[in-house]
Structure formats: C-alpha cells, structure tokens
C-alpha cells in the first residue's frame, strides 16, 4: 500500500505543478471491493480462512486531470492506488501440538489510465451527473509470507517461506456519478466504478508448475469514492 499511496503523491504533485494546462484536477478517495476471481483466490479460499471476496476489500484512492474536449465531452488522465494485507492461517491443518500455522497474504494494484467522460449539463449547473468510459495499464503485486506447509513431503512439514509474483494488465473500466458544485471552482464528486481485467497468469514463485497447472490472479473489482473537483 506505501507503493500505491507513494505513486499517486508523485502524479498529484506533477498535476499541481501544471495547473495552467489543465481544465479540472479531481482527487478521491474511497474503497476497492474485488472481484477476487481466478484460481489463485480459489485456492486461497480453499486452504486458508480468508474470504478474498469480503477480506481484500480496502481503501482507494487517487487523482485526475481532465481536459474539456468538445461541449460535454472530457478527457480525462487518472492514476489510483489499492493496497490490502490479510493475516490468516490454514482451514485443515495445524502443527502437530494443535498450534496454527500463520501466513499473511497482501494484494496491491495501480491503475493508470484515461477516461472519455460525458457531462450533460452546463457549466453553471450546480448538480452535473457524468458517465465515463476508459482504459487503464494496471501495475499489480501479490505477496504471501509466513509459515507453509510442504504438501510434496509425506511428512507435511512446515517451514518459513515467502512467495511473490508482480507485473502489468490491461484493463477496461466504466464509471458513473455526479459533481455537487459548492461555487464556480469547487464540487464535491461522487463515483462508482467498474475495472475489468482479463485473468492473468502469474509468474515469479506463482509460475506454473506444468500445463493447466497455471496460478491465475483476477484484479477486477469495483470501487466507490467521495473527492474534490477543482475547475480551472
């Protein structure tokens, strides 16, 4: 999550640093919920008590800058950040004095992408409902450390390890909401959003062990936000 949060501080410093070039700055914040399908969150619901589609859920946040293309037409550039870790444990297995065997798993994602945004409405309404559509570039991560269990060894020991796999997808997203203008400059924004990704097959520790045998993340998911739109 440092990544994440790091990142967008970087792209609203450089959107600050241009506000002549640009028609509206947006930031947000809110919460991601995962689609959290594909078999790596399968076989995480299966072997840990973690439910990936309640426990992943977490903040999220960002920025965009926009620029007025035609009359109720904007582009729109955005970078965002969701970052979550969940401590856990096996469901079926314990050492062997009946203690649980812990691991923590962590998932981050950050898309970067643009938005064509329809604003039906005038530059004085107070109330502007908005639909977008757009395209991002999704930089993800996904870590698990802790203890594991050798399902190789007969003797299932257990051991310290620790497993990563990172990269980047596209992905397509659409979004609705609504801007409340407070004065001439100012509105607060609300958004629901849909990013969709095709599943990826993972590599790094997650590579695949042999044909049909491939760890596949899912990074779809919803989000929802609360922000502030500046006009300039």
């Known amino acids: 999550m440092r990544r994440s949060l790091a990142l967008v501080t970087v792209a609203l410093m450089a959107f600050a640093s241009r506000p002549a070039q640009a028609a509206n700055v947006d930031v947000r914040f809110g919460g991601f919920f995962p689609t959290a399908g594909g078999s790596l969150f399968a076989d995480d619901a299966s072997l840990y008590t973690v439910d990936p589609k309640s426990d992943f859920d977490s903040f999220y946040g960002g920025g965009e800058v926009s620029f007025k293309l035609a009359r109720n037409l904007e582009l729109g550039f955005h970078i965002d950040g969701f970052g979550k870790g969940v401590d856990t444990h096996y469901n079926n297995y314990t050492r062997p004095n009946g203690g649980e065997i812990f691991q923590h798993l962590h998932l981050e994602e950050i898309p970067i992408g643009f938005s064509f945004r329809i604003v039906p409405t005038s530059r004085r309404a107070k109330v502007a409902p908005f639909i977008a559509v757009g395209a991002d570039f999704i930089y993800w991560h996904y870590h698990e450390f802790g203890d594991f269990i050798d399902f190789s060894d007969p003797t299932l020991p257990v051991s310290s390890d620790s497993f990563f796999s990172d990269g980047w997808n596209g992905g397509l997203h659409g979004s609705a909401g609504v801007r409340m203008y407070l004065n001439h400059d100012f509105a607060i924004v609300a958004e629901g ?14 590579s695949p062990n042999g044909p049909g045998l491939e760890n596949k993340i899912d990074l779809s998911g919803w989000s929802a936000t609360i922000g502030l739109h500046i006009r300039f």
């Open 193 to 206: 959003r849909y990013l969709w990704a095709p599943l990826v097959t993972m590599g790094g520790d997650f």
